[in-house]
């Protein structure tokens, strides 16, 4: 097996375990399946896959974030219960909006350093594919 083999075996390995399936198609994965799908994406350019495997990260990562969301906005409603709203300076709403905003720049930062790793990974195989082809 070559690098390039090596390498695109490594990311549709990659790419099948982060996938985002519904639940129904979860409970029907068989090996079979899997081997299935490994056969074709190994028809799919190198690229295009590292595509895929982005873009499953996205959509793992926005759906971490609406789920934190939905929570927080769960926790806010109980504590909205207990702020005083007839005088707004004793409540502690300005402290929730500026945890809800320490949390969601905290996400933003976790999404950009996923999405720098990524280029990284990216220029890796281009100028590792670059240097193998001028030797």
Known sequence: MSL???IKSQLIDLYLSVKVRKSEDIKNIT?????????NL?????????????NSIDILVEMRATEKYEEK??????KDKYINKENPEDSNGLKLYEGMLIEAEKNIRGHIRVRKNFIYVINYLYFYKYRMNKN
């Open 4 to 6: 390039d083999e090596e």
């Open 31 to 39: 090996e079979e399946y899997i081997n299935n799908e490994r056969d």
């Open 73 to 78: 906005l769960k926790k806010d409603e109980e």
């Open 42 to 54: 190994k028809n799919i350019p190198i690229i295009d896959i590292i595509n895929y495997i982005q």
